[in-house]
Protein backbone atom coordinates (compact mmCIF):
# COMPACT_ATOMS: atom_id res chain seq x y z
CA UNK A 1 0.00 0.00 0.00
CA UNK A 2 1.47 3.47 -1.10
CA UNK A 3 1.54 6.66 1.68
CA UNK A 4 0.09 9.98 0.56
CA UNK A 5 4.06 11.24 -0.77
CA UNK A 6 4.25 7.95 -2.92
CA UNK A 7 1.13 8.08 -4.37
CA UNK A 8 1.39 11.73 -5.23
CA UNK A 9 4.63 11.05 -7.26
CA UNK A 10 2.70 8.69 -9.24
CA UNK A 11 0.13 10.72 -9.87
CA UNK A 12 2.41 13.26 -10.63
CA UNK A 13 4.10 11.01 -13.20
CA UNK A 14 0.83 10.65 -15.59
CA UNK A 15 0.28 14.05 -16.00
CA UNK A 16 0.49 16.66 -19.32
CA UNK A 17 -0.18 20.11 -19.38
CA UNK A 18 -3.40 21.01 -21.90
CA UNK A 19 -2.95 22.46 -24.86
CA UNK A 20 -2.97 26.62 -24.97
CA UNK A 21 -6.13 28.05 -26.38
CA UNK A 22 -6.88 31.76 -27.10
CA UNK A 23 -9.74 33.71 -25.17
CA UNK A 24 -10.77 37.37 -24.64
CA UNK A 25 -8.38 39.07 -21.71
CA UNK A 26 -11.29 39.24 -19.69
CA UNK A 27 -12.19 35.33 -19.47
CA UNK A 28 -8.14 34.72 -18.51
CA UNK A 29 -8.34 35.26 -14.61
CA UNK A 30 -6.98 32.31 -12.84
CA UNK A 31 -5.65 31.16 -16.28
CA UNK A 32 -1.61 30.10 -16.91
CA UNK A 33 -0.64 32.61 -19.61
CA UNK A 34 1.06 30.36 -21.96
CA UNK A 35 3.19 32.97 -23.97
CA UNK A 36 5.17 36.31 -23.49
CA UNK A 37 3.27 39.55 -24.15
CA UNK A 38 4.91 42.98 -25.39
CA UNK A 39 2.88 46.06 -24.99
CA UNK A 40 2.37 47.83 -28.39
CA UNK A 41 2.34 51.23 -27.25
CA UNK A 42 3.84 53.66 -24.62
CA UNK A 43 2.41 53.91 -21.04
CA UNK A 44 1.58 56.94 -20.54
CA UNK A 45 1.35 57.53 -24.44
CA UNK A 46 3.16 61.11 -22.98
CA UNK A 47 3.88 63.44 -20.26
CA UNK A 48 0.80 63.61 -17.63
CA UNK A 49 0.02 65.04 -14.55
CA UNK A 50 -0.58 63.00 -11.94
CA UNK A 51 -2.97 66.09 -9.80
CA UNK A 52 -5.54 68.88 -10.18
CA UNK A 53 -3.48 71.85 -10.76
CA UNK A 54 -1.17 74.06 -12.79
CA UNK A 55 1.32 73.11 -15.22
CA UNK A 56 4.33 76.07 -14.79
CA UNK A 57 7.60 76.80 -15.34
CA UNK A 58 9.05 75.95 -12.30
CA UNK A 59 11.50 78.90 -12.37
CA UNK A 60 8.84 81.28 -12.71
CA UNK A 61 7.93 80.10 -8.86
CA UNK A 62 12.28 80.35 -7.83
CA UNK A 63 12.36 84.42 -8.60
CA UNK A 64 9.27 85.87 -7.58
CA UNK A 65 7.14 85.75 -10.37
CA UNK A 66 4.33 83.88 -8.58
CA UNK A 67 1.45 85.26 -9.97
CA UNK A 68 1.19 83.81 -13.52
CA UNK A 69 -1.74 84.10 -16.39
CA UNK A 70 -3.94 80.86 -17.17
CA UNK A 71 -4.00 80.16 -20.70
CA UNK A 72 -6.54 77.35 -20.93
CA UNK A 73 -8.04 74.42 -18.75
CA UNK A 74 -6.64 71.27 -19.96
CA UNK A 75 -8.61 67.66 -19.17
CA UNK A 76 -7.62 64.11 -19.97
CA UNK A 77 -7.52 63.17 -23.19
CA UNK A 78 -7.31 66.38 -25.13
CA UNK A 79 -3.97 67.64 -26.60
CA UNK A 80 -3.30 71.29 -25.48
CA UNK A 81 -3.34 74.29 -27.82
CA UNK A 82 -1.19 76.39 -26.15
CA UNK A 83 2.63 76.03 -24.40
CA UNK A 84 3.93 77.03 -21.53
CA UNK A 85 6.27 80.27 -21.16
CA UNK A 86 7.64 82.13 -18.85
CA UNK A 87 4.52 84.17 -16.76
CA UNK A 88 2.35 81.71 -18.18
CA UNK A 89 0.42 78.60 -16.44
CA UNK A 90 -2.65 75.78 -17.76
CA UNK A 91 -4.64 74.53 -15.63
CA UNK A 92 -4.50 70.51 -16.17
CA UNK A 93 -6.56 67.74 -14.72
CA UNK A 94 -5.45 64.20 -13.46
CA UNK A 95 -4.19 62.18 -16.43
CA UNK A 96 -3.89 65.70 -18.79
CA UNK A 97 -1.23 66.01 -20.80
CA UNK A 98 1.50 68.45 -19.92
CA UNK A 99 2.00 71.64 -22.49
CA UNK A 100 5.27 71.83 -23.55
CA UNK A 101 7.17 73.95 -22.01
CA UNK A 102 6.08 72.79 -18.55
CA UNK A 103 8.15 70.99 -16.29
CA UNK A 104 6.23 71.00 -13.15
CA UNK A 105 2.26 71.12 -11.84
CA UNK A 106 1.96 72.75 -8.46
CA UNK A 107 -1.40 71.01 -6.48
CA UNK A 108 -4.78 73.13 -7.27
CA UNK A 109 -5.26 73.51 -3.81
CA UNK A 110 -1.90 75.72 -3.75
CA UNK A 111 -3.59 78.38 -6.10
CA UNK A 112 -5.32 81.25 -5.62
CA UNK A 113 -7.28 82.28 -8.94
CA UNK A 114 -7.50 86.31 -9.46
CA UNK A 115 -9.96 88.80 -10.89
CA UNK A 116 -7.82 89.14 -13.91
CA UNK A 117 -7.31 85.24 -14.95
CA UNK A 118 -4.15 85.06 -13.20
CA UNK A 119 -3.46 82.81 -10.72
CA UNK A 120 -1.29 83.22 -7.82
CA UNK A 121 1.05 80.67 -6.51
CA UNK A 122 3.33 80.37 -3.25
CA UNK A 123 6.65 81.06 -4.14
CA UNK A 124 9.07 77.83 -4.15
CA UNK A 125 6.46 75.81 -4.54
CA UNK A 126 7.84 73.81 -7.39
CA UNK A 127 10.76 71.61 -8.74
CA UNK A 128 11.44 70.32 -12.03
CA UNK A 129 10.02 67.01 -12.61
CA UNK A 130 6.92 67.98 -9.42
CA UNK A 131 3.42 65.85 -10.20
CA UNK A 132 4.63 64.63 -13.32
CA UNK A 133 4.44 61.18 -14.68
CA UNK A 134 6.60 60.68 -17.89
CA UNK A 135 6.15 59.04 -20.78
CA UNK A 136 6.66 55.25 -20.95
CA UNK A 137 7.29 55.61 -17.19
CA UNK A 138 5.00 52.08 -16.78
CA UNK A 139 6.12 50.19 -19.73
CA UNK A 140 7.38 51.44 -23.41
CA UNK A 141 6.11 49.74 -26.80
CA UNK A 142 7.35 46.62 -27.60
CA UNK A 143 8.37 45.96 -23.91
CA UNK A 144 7.81 42.51 -22.40
CA UNK A 145 5.28 43.18 -19.70
CA UNK A 146 4.35 39.52 -18.78
CA UNK A 147 5.88 36.05 -19.38
CA UNK A 148 4.73 32.86 -19.83
CA UNK A 149 3.52 30.31 -16.91
CA UNK A 150 2.06 33.37 -15.08
CA UNK A 151 -1.71 32.30 -13.29
CA UNK A 152 -3.28 35.70 -14.17
CA UNK A 153 -4.61 37.62 -11.37
CA UNK A 154 -7.32 40.48 -12.06
CA UNK A 155 -4.98 43.09 -12.50
CA UNK A 156 -2.89 40.67 -14.62
CA UNK A 157 -6.05 40.63 -17.03
CA UNK A 158 -6.07 44.55 -16.73
CA UNK A 159 -2.13 45.18 -17.40
CA UNK A 160 -2.96 42.63 -20.76
CA UNK A 161 -5.92 45.18 -21.71
CA UNK A 162 -3.72 48.52 -21.05
CA UNK A 163 -0.59 46.48 -23.26
CA UNK A 164 -3.08 45.85 -26.25
CA UNK A 165 -4.25 42.67 -25.70
CA UNK A 166 -7.73 42.02 -26.16
CA UNK A 167 -7.04 37.98 -26.53
CA UNK A 168 -4.56 36.25 -25.40
CA UNK A 169 -3.14 32.68 -25.12
CA UNK A 170 -3.26 30.44 -22.04
CA UNK A 171 -3.68 26.86 -20.90
CA UNK A 172 -6.82 25.47 -21.08
CA UNK A 173 -8.89 24.70 -17.99
CA UNK A 174 -8.89 20.84 -17.34
CA UNK A 175 -12.56 19.53 -18.50
CA UNK A 176 -13.68 17.36 -14.68
CA UNK A 177 -16.00 14.68 -15.06
CA UNK A 178 -17.87 13.96 -11.57
CA UNK A 179 -20.19 10.63 -11.06
CA UNK A 180 -21.52 9.24 -8.21
CA UNK A 181 -22.29 5.86 -7.87
CA UNK A 182 -24.58 3.49 -5.89
CA UNK A 183 -28.27 2.29 -6.07
CA UNK A 184 -28.92 3.93 -2.96
CA UNK A 185 -28.39 7.78 -3.79
CA UNK A 186 -31.38 10.01 -4.76
CA UNK A 187 -31.01 13.60 -6.02
CA UNK A 188 -30.49 16.24 -3.82
CA UNK A 189 -34.19 17.81 -4.79
CA UNK A 190 -35.58 14.27 -3.52
CA UNK A 191 -37.18 12.80 -0.19
CA UNK A 192 -34.86 10.05 0.03
CA UNK A 193 -36.18 6.40 1.10
CA UNK A 194 -35.87 4.48 4.37
CA UNK A 195 -32.77 2.57 2.29
CA UNK A 196 -31.29 5.56 0.06
CA UNK A 197 -29.23 8.81 0.77
CA UNK A 198 -29.06 12.52 -0.88
CA UNK A 199 -26.14 12.32 -3.31
CA UNK A 200 -23.94 15.13 -1.25
CA UNK A 201 -20.86 14.02 -2.67
CA UNK A 202 -21.81 15.37 -6.39
CA UNK A 203 -22.49 18.57 -5.25
CA UNK A 204 -19.26 18.77 -3.00
CA UNK A 205 -17.22 17.43 -5.91
CA UNK A 206 -18.62 20.20 -8.62
CA UNK A 207 -17.71 22.47 -6.20
CA UNK A 208 -14.35 21.71 -5.17
CA UNK A 209 -13.71 21.07 -9.32
CA UNK A 210 -14.68 24.78 -9.65
CA UNK A 211 -12.64 25.92 -6.59
CA UNK A 212 -9.49 24.34 -8.13
CA UNK A 213 -9.90 26.07 -11.15
CA UNK A 214 -11.46 22.79 -13.19
CA UNK A 215 -14.78 23.04 -15.60
CA UNK A 216 -16.80 20.49 -14.05
CA UNK A 217 -19.49 18.66 -15.60
CA UNK A 218 -21.68 16.86 -13.88
CA UNK A 219 -22.73 12.78 -14.86
CA UNK A 220 -25.50 12.90 -12.05
CA UNK A 221 -25.45 9.29 -10.12
CA UNK A 222 -24.99 5.93 -11.59
CA UNK A 223 -26.55 3.09 -10.12
CA UNK A 224 -24.95 -0.06 -8.98
CA UNK A 225 -25.59 -2.39 -12.44
CA UNK A 226 -22.58 -2.86 -14.88
CA UNK A 227 -24.42 -1.67 -17.82
CA UNK A 228 -25.14 1.62 -16.43
CA UNK A 229 -21.99 2.07 -15.05
CA UNK A 230 -20.24 1.33 -18.15
CA UNK A 231 -22.34 4.24 -20.06
CA UNK A 232 -21.37 6.73 -17.44
CA UNK A 233 -17.62 6.30 -17.19
CA UNK A 234 -17.25 5.86 -20.96
CA UNK A 235 -18.92 9.50 -21.37
CA UNK A 236 -16.74 10.47 -18.20
CA UNK A 237 -13.59 9.49 -20.12
CA UNK A 238 -14.25 11.67 -22.63
CA UNK A 239 -12.82 14.63 -20.10
CA UNK A 240 -9.74 15.15 -19.11
CA UNK A 241 -10.70 13.72 -15.54
CA UNK A 242 -12.51 11.49 -14.37
CA UNK A 243 -13.60 11.82 -10.56
CA UNK A 244 -15.81 8.98 -9.58
CA UNK A 245 -17.22 8.52 -5.59
CA UNK A 246 -18.27 4.98 -4.62
CA UNK A 247 -17.67 1.61 -5.80
CA UNK A 248 -13.85 1.22 -5.03
CA UNK A 249 -13.92 -1.09 -2.45
CA UNK A 250 -13.49 -4.75 -2.05
CA UNK A 251 -17.01 -5.31 -1.37
CA UNK A 252 -19.30 -7.39 -3.87
CA UNK A 253 -21.46 -4.54 -5.45
CA UNK A 254 -17.88 -2.46 -6.15
CA UNK A 255 -18.09 -2.69 -9.92
CA UNK A 256 -15.86 0.57 -10.44
CA UNK A 257 -12.43 -1.02 -11.07
CA UNK A 258 -13.43 -3.81 -13.35
CA UNK A 259 -15.36 -1.49 -15.45
CA UNK A 260 -12.72 0.82 -16.02
CA UNK A 261 -9.93 -2.35 -16.66
CA UNK A 262 -12.42 -3.54 -19.34
CA UNK A 263 -12.83 0.03 -21.01
CA UNK A 264 -9.00 0.66 -21.47
CA UNK A 265 -8.24 2.20 -18.12
CA UNK A 266 -4.71 1.42 -16.66
CA UNK A 267 -4.50 0.57 -12.64
CA UNK A 268 -1.40 2.82 -11.46
CA UNK A 269 -2.90 2.39 -7.50
CA UNK A 270 -5.42 1.28 -5.34
CA UNK A 271 -5.31 1.97 -1.85
CA UNK A 272 -3.61 4.33 -0.15
CA UNK A 273 -2.32 4.48 3.71
CA UNK A 274 -4.37 7.16 5.35
CA UNK A 275 -7.45 7.60 7.23
CA UNK A 276 -10.15 8.40 5.71
CA UNK A 277 -9.36 7.66 2.28
CA UNK A 278 -7.80 4.33 2.29
CA UNK A 279 -9.77 2.85 -0.88
CA UNK A 280 -8.27 5.28 -3.36
CA UNK A 281 -8.51 3.49 -6.89
CA UNK A 282 -6.02 5.67 -9.55
CA UNK A 283 -5.80 5.10 -13.11
CA UNK A 284 -5.01 6.37 -16.66
CA UNK A 285 -6.59 6.00 -19.71
CA UNK A 286 -3.87 6.38 -22.84
CA UNK A 287 -4.90 8.94 -25.45
CA UNK A 288 -3.16 10.15 -28.90
CA UNK A 289 -1.15 12.74 -27.16
CA UNK A 290 -1.90 12.39 -23.31
CA UNK A 291 -3.39 9.97 -20.94
CA UNK A 292 -6.61 11.21 -19.35
CA UNK A 293 -6.85 10.73 -15.56
CA UNK A 294 -9.55 8.57 -13.32
CA UNK A 295 -9.80 8.99 -9.64
CA UNK A 296 -11.95 6.44 -7.85
CA UNK A 297 -13.09 7.86 -4.60
CA UNK A 298 -14.29 6.22 -1.57
CA UNK A 299 -17.99 6.89 -1.69
CA UNK A 300 -18.32 8.54 2.64
CA UNK A 301 -18.19 11.90 1.99
CA UNK A 302 -15.32 12.92 4.10
CA UNK A 303 -13.15 10.59 2.47
CA UNK A 304 -14.12 11.68 -0.80
CA UNK A 305 -13.25 15.13 0.90
CA UNK A 306 -9.76 14.41 2.01
CA UNK A 307 -8.98 12.04 -1.50
CA UNK A 308 -9.83 15.24 -3.52
CA UNK A 309 -7.88 17.79 -1.65
CA UNK A 310 -4.71 15.53 -1.33
CA UNK A 311 -4.75 14.31 -5.00
CA UNK A 312 -7.24 15.97 -6.94
CA UNK A 313 -6.45 18.97 -6.58
CA UNK A 314 -2.82 19.07 -6.85
CA UNK A 315 -3.52 17.19 -10.25
CA UNK A 316 -5.84 19.99 -11.81
CA UNK A 317 -2.95 22.62 -10.92
CA UNK A 318 -0.22 20.63 -13.08
CA UNK A 319 -2.96 20.08 -15.86
CA UNK A 320 -3.37 23.72 -16.18
CA UNK A 321 -0.01 24.48 -16.34
CA UNK A 322 -0.05 26.26 -12.81
CA UNK A 323 3.49 25.41 -10.68
CA UNK A 324 3.12 22.16 -8.16
CA UNK A 325 0.26 23.23 -6.04
CA UNK A 326 -0.88 21.94 -2.76
CA UNK A 327 -3.22 22.83 0.53
CA UNK A 328 -0.73 24.69 2.60
CA UNK A 329 0.98 22.73 5.37
CA UNK A 330 1.13 24.55 8.51
CA UNK A 331 2.46 23.84 12.61
CA UNK A 332 -0.50 24.10 14.70
CA UNK A 333 -0.39 23.72 18.59
CA UNK A 334 -3.18 22.19 20.08
CA UNK A 335 -5.78 23.69 22.13
CA UNK A 336 -6.82 20.19 24.05
CA UNK A 337 -5.43 16.73 24.62
CA UNK A 338 -6.23 14.72 22.20
CA UNK A 339 -6.14 10.75 21.72
CA UNK A 340 -5.14 9.12 18.62
CA UNK A 341 -5.71 5.50 17.49
CA UNK A 342 -4.99 4.01 13.97
CA UNK A 343 -2.31 2.23 12.16
CA UNK A 344 -2.81 5.02 9.53
CA UNK A 345 -2.11 8.68 9.03
CA UNK A 346 -5.48 10.13 9.85
CA UNK A 347 -6.51 13.86 8.54
CA UNK A 348 -9.22 14.76 11.26
CA UNK A 349 -11.31 17.53 10.31
CA UNK A 350 -10.41 20.76 12.60
CA UNK A 351 -10.64 24.28 13.18
CA UNK A 352 -7.66 26.47 12.75
CA UNK A 353 -7.12 30.04 13.89
CA UNK A 354 -3.69 32.21 14.51
CA UNK A 355 -2.78 32.72 18.01
CA UNK A 356 -4.23 35.65 19.83
CA UNK A 357 -0.98 37.02 20.35
CA UNK A 358 0.35 37.13 16.48
CA UNK A 359 1.10 40.03 14.48
CA UNK A 360 -1.84 41.19 12.19
CA UNK A 361 0.53 42.00 9.32
CA UNK A 362 2.84 38.84 9.54
CA UNK A 363 2.33 35.26 8.71
CA UNK A 364 1.57 33.54 12.24
CA UNK A 365 4.39 31.02 12.75
CA UNK A 366 1.69 28.73 14.07
CA UNK A 367 -2.40 27.94 14.37
CA UNK A 368 -4.12 27.15 17.42
CA UNK A 369 -5.25 23.82 16.58
CA UNK A 370 -8.62 22.04 17.90
CA UNK A 371 -9.62 18.57 16.42
CA UNK A 372 -13.25 18.78 16.32
CA UNK A 373 -15.64 15.57 17.34
CA UNK A 374 -15.54 13.61 14.29
CA UNK A 375 -18.00 10.71 14.29
CA UNK A 376 -16.13 9.31 11.36
CA UNK A 377 -15.88 9.25 7.48
CA UNK A 378 -19.83 9.77 6.58
CA UNK A 379 -19.90 12.93 9.22
CA UNK A 380 -19.89 15.89 6.24
CA UNK A 381 -21.72 18.04 9.25
CA UNK A 382 -18.43 18.19 11.36
CA UNK A 383 -16.73 18.70 8.24
CA UNK A 384 -18.58 21.64 7.16
CA UNK A 385 -17.35 23.02 10.23
CA UNK A 386 -13.88 22.71 9.72
CA UNK A 387 -11.08 24.89 7.65
CA UNK A 388 -8.38 22.83 8.36
CA UNK A 389 -7.04 18.92 8.70
CA UNK A 390 -5.21 18.25 11.76
CA UNK A 391 -2.55 15.31 10.74
CA UNK A 392 -1.87 12.55 13.33
CA UNK A 393 0.84 10.11 12.29
CA UNK A 394 -0.04 6.50 12.55
CA UNK A 395 -0.02 4.96 15.80
CA UNK A 396 -1.96 5.46 18.91
CA UNK A 397 -0.93 8.52 20.82
CA UNK A 398 -2.25 10.73 23.55
CA UNK A 399 -1.04 14.33 23.01
CA UNK A 400 -1.07 17.08 25.31
CA UNK A 401 -2.15 21.08 25.30
CA UNK A 402 0.28 22.80 23.15
CA UNK A 403 1.75 19.85 21.50
CA UNK A 404 2.73 20.58 17.94
CA UNK A 405 1.40 18.77 14.82
CA UNK A 406 0.84 19.21 11.21
CA UNK A 407 -1.84 20.94 9.57
CA UNK A 408 -3.22 21.96 6.12
CA UNK A 409 -5.61 25.11 5.74
CA UNK A 410 -8.43 24.42 4.03
CA UNK A 411 -10.28 28.67 3.62
Known amino acids: MLTVAE ?27 AEAVASDVDSPPCDRSVVDGYAVCSADLRDGRAELTVLEELPAGRLPKHAVTRGTAVRVMTGAAIPPGADAVVMVEHGQLLEDGRVRLPQAAATAGQNILRRAAAMSRGEVVMEAGRLLRPADVGLLAEAGHSRVRVVRRPTVAVLATGSELVPAWQKPGPAQIRNSNGAMLLAAVRQAGGVAIDLGIAIDEPEALRRCIKAGLECDVLVLSGGVSAGAWDLVPGILQALGVEQRFHKVRLKPGKPLWFGTLAGPQRSRLVFGLPGNPVSSFVCFELFVRPALAALAGRPAWQRPERTGRLTAGFRHRGDRPTYHP ?42 FPAGDGTYQVGDAIPLLLLD
Request: glycine content about 2%; charged content about 15%; proline content about 10%.
Open 7 to 33: ALVVVADCVTVCPSIEVPCQDAWGMVL
Open 350 to 391: ATAVPPADAQSNEPPLHYDVTPLDWQGSADQRTLARANALAI
